[in-house]
């Protein structure tokens, strides 16, 4: 694990903010130049691993990938070579990026579709959001997922004990993890590493496999 983890949502601002705050300067701090960027190809790597790793452990098939807050993309080849039959959609709220990258414009906290995803991941997203509109996306996420989820977010301990404060973003609703937890336990069932199964599926796992309480 990296000595400190950085954090940037990839990205999903609340419906109010300045839409312009997320334009190509913030893209090049953020992603692009290496002096000040918060993850690269070999993070995005890492993570499909992870994702594609527990996820086919556990023998769930996926053909349908939702990535809500795709930004740059940086996710869509590693999850696609861990599930090379499933079709891949990126959801991005940032018109510079969507207008770049072709990307679905949309927000999470409102996204729907008429066949749930197999997979959906949103990365580094909901801590863009306000307590309201965060707990309506999770409240649509288990809406969109009819299999796995995978969430990560940036939380007030990850911020004072995890991040590298030098490069992450700070202009962020910070909340606990059991903020999150709370909300997530009504649809999904975590089975690891940041991974939830929606209820009902029940992938075996042993015993020690199991999150510990």
């Known amino acids: 694990m990296p000595e400190a983890a950085v954090c940037c949502g990839m990205l999903w601002l609340h419906m109010t903010d300045p839409v312009d705050r997320f334009d190509a300067a913030f893209f090049e701090r953020y992603y692009g130049d290496p002096e000040t960027r918060v993850a690269d190809g070999g993070?995005?790597?890492?993570?499909?691993?992870?994702?594609?790793?527990?996820?086919?452990?556990?023998?769930?098939?996926?053909?349908?990938?939702?990535?809500?807050g795709c930004g740059i993309g940086l996710l869509r080849e590693p999850l696609l070579r861990?599930?090379?039959?499933?079709?891949?959609?990126?959801?991005?709220?940032?018109?510079?990026?969507?207008?770049?990258?072709?990307?679905?414009?949309?927000?999470?906290?409102?996204?729907?579709?008429?066949t749930p995803y197999d997979l959906v991941v949103c990365h580094d997203v909901l801590q863009y959001l306000d307590d309201r509109t965060a707990a309506r996306a999770i409240a649509n996420l288990g809406r969109l997922c009819r299999g796995a989820l995978y969430l990560s977010v940036l939380t007030r301990s990850d911020w004072r004990h995890a991040?590298?404060?030098?490069?992450?973003?700070?202009?962020?609703h910070?909340?606990?993890?059991?903020?999150?937890?709370?909300?997530?336990?009504?649809?999904?069932?975590?089975?690891?590493?940041?991974?939830?199964?929606?209820?009902?599926?029940?992938?075996?796992?042993?015993?020690?496999e199991t999150p510990w309480t």
């Open 163 to 172: 991040a590298d404060q030098s490069r992450t973003d700070d202009s962020v």
């Open 43 to 68: 993070d995005a790597e890492r993570i499909g691993g992870l994702i594609g790793g527990l996820v086919n452990y556990l023998e769930l098939p996926v053909r349908r990938i939702l990535d809500a």
């Open 174 to 208: 910070q909340r606990t993890g059991e903020w999150y937890q709370r909300r997530l336990k009504r649809v999904f069932r975590h089975v690891g590493a940041g991974v939830h199964f929606r209820r009902g599926l029940d992938p075996i796992l042993w015993e020690l």
């Open 82 to 114: 861990q599930f090379p039959n499933a079709d891949y959609e990126g959801l991005e709220f940032s018109e510079f990026l969507c207008a770049r990258h072709g990307w679905t414009r949309g927000s999470v906290a409102e996204h729907s579709t008429a």
